[in-house]
Every structure is written in C-alpha cells, then in structure tokens.
T-cell receptor
Framework: DQQVKQNSPSLSVQEGRISILNCDYT??????FLWYKKYPAEGPTFLIS?????DKNEDGRFTVFLNKSAKHLSLHIVPSQPGDSAVYFC??????????FGAGTILRVKS | DGGITQSPKYLFRKEGQNVTLSCEQN?????MYWYRQDPGQGLRLIYY???????QKGDIAEGYSVSREKKESFPLTVTSAQKNPTAFYLC???????????????FGQGTRLTVV
C-alpha cells in the first residue's frame, strides 16, 4: 500500500517557467513533509520541508504548499533552471518516525 | 567535515553469499535508515534505528539484517535469503524526531550492489 504517491513519472518545463511537482498521501497521521532532489547514482539532497501546522513554506525559488484536507502537497520552482533537472522525491513522516517516500518525478528543464 | 559515508560505492556478490554494506555518520545523529532504490519504485525502507541497540523493520526487511552497536554505525547485511538483491542502497541519518521545521534526513552517496 503506497502511502505517498507521486502520480506524474515525469515533467518537462521550459527554462524560466514554473515547475509544479505534486504529491498525494493517504496516511492522515503524517505531520511532516519533505522534498528531496536526486541525481543518478547519488544520494538525495534535501530541498525544503513543511510541518502540518503550516500550509506554505518558502525558500528562495522553492515553495511547498500543503493542503491537509485534500492530503496533497506540491513543490513550486520559480523560475526553473536547467540545473534543476533531476528526480524529485516527496517524503512524509508521522510523529517523527520513519520517512516514507514517493516513487519520484523526473523533472526536465529545457533551455 | 561532518557527513554520512557509505562504502563501498560498487559491490559485486555471487549468488548465495552474504554481503555487508557499511554506513558511518559523524553528525551525532540518533536515527539511521536504510533504503533501497529500484528503477521507477522510489525509495523503499528496509530497516531503521531511532537509538543505539534498537532497530525496527521497514517495508521490505525480508532477506536483510542490521545492527546498531554504536551511534555512528548502522551496517546492513544482505543475506542469501534476499531473492533480488541487485539494487542501489542508500543510508540516511537524522537528528532525533523528524518533526521540527527544517529538520531533515541526510543521505550517503549510495552503494550499487550487483549479484553476478
């Protein structure tokens, strides 16, 4: 049973435009959410996180939105740059315990 | 420099052999995790440990074993009981509970295990 779902396997965006990556979850106990970026044959690197007490968190070009009623979160990247091309993973945690990851979305930013 | 180190980067194993993947961190983190990545399947949790001398099974623990005798180290053994061990293995660590804003899990660079 996949508790964290990233339903779009890939996304292609033009440089300078907005990239929106989506994530849905089923476990209502999740109270902390993270986004990671990953290049092939490397470990994921942390991008941004959000606690369930908030609905938005911003860090530079990256903004994460959380809609608890819909059990949905999204990562916005504005403006998108070619260096943003990577696999993006959504992850969630309940009460500070194990991190559960989605399957990832491949983002390609075209110049 | 503080960080999390996995070794080796590439590992080849013959069928029927056990093999141990190393994971060491000097971040003074309490929690450590092992994940497996297969193409198109994201990261699946094998085992995790919130504190020394304690660990819990993740979603795909069968055929794997771990130990947590020291805070800095969380080795993963892939046993011959694991039917499809060829994969990319990732170790991670985090400070205590993942609840406070801007806490995160730090990942190592991974070990690519291939069964030959």
């Amino acid at each position: 049973d996949q508790q964290v779902k990233q339903n779009s396997p890939s996304l292609s965006v033009q440089e300078g435009r907005i990239s929106i990556l989506n994530c849905d979850y089923t476990n209502s106990m999740f109270d902390y959410f993270l986004w990671y970026k990953k290049y092939p044959a490397e470990g994921p690197t942390f991008l941004i996180s959000i606690s369930s007490i908030k609905d938005k968190n911003e860090d530079g070009r990256f903004t994460v939105f959380l809609n608890k009623s819909a059990k949905h979160l999204s990562l916005h990247i504005v403006p998108s740059q070619p260096g943003d091309s990577a696999v993006y993973f959504c992850a969630a945690s309940a009460y500070g315990n194990k991190l559960v990851f989605g399957a990832g979305t491949i983002l390609r930013v075209k110049s | 420099d503080g960080g999390i180190t996995q070794s080796p980067k590439y590992l080849f194993r013959k069928e029927g052999q056990n093999v141990t993947l190393s994971c060491e961190q000097n971040l003074n983190h309490d929690a450590m995790y092992w994940y497996r990545q297969d193409p198109g399947q994201g990261l699946r949790l094998i085992y995790y440990s919130q504190i020394v001398n304690d660990f819990q099974k993740g979603d795909i623990a069968e055929g794997y074993s771990v130990s947590r005798e020291k805070k800095e180290s969380f080795p993963l053994t892939v046993t011959s009981a694991q039917k499809n061990p060829t994969a990319f293995y990732l170790c991670a660590s985090s400070t205590g509970r993942l609840r406070t804003m801007n806490t995160e899990a730090f990942f190592g660079q991974g070990t690519r295990l291939t069964v030959v």
